[in-house]
């Protein structure tokens, strides 16, 4: 099965076309990683949400992170203003947590 079938973008509709190219490098970076450190990769899903979202207001971009090793399941959170930012932290907690 190739990597793209098993990881699952959601919410990211509304991200632009540049942006989006980044958000699928680094998920698809931090996916051979965690791979790597699992017994049996069965799946990674992120999830995107715009939180305090306003029109003078750009809001903070909330990820959410689930990686599906062995039947197990892990999750991940993360928030800041920059989305890459909260992405690389969401991706970290997910792989620090496979690591132990």
Known sequence: MHMT???????FGDVDKNSMDTV???????ARKLQDHCD??????VTLKNVHNSKDHPGRFELHGKLIDSGRTSVS????VNLFVALD????????GVAK
């Open 5 to 11: 079938e098993l990881v699952e973008l959601s919410g």
């Open 24 to 30: 699928r490098r680094m998920v698809d970076g931090y």
């Open 40 to 45: 049996d990769f069965q799946g990674l899903k």
């Open 77 to 80: 959170l993360a928030v800041d």
């Open 89 to 96: 932290a969401a991706m970290r907690k997910l792989e620090s």
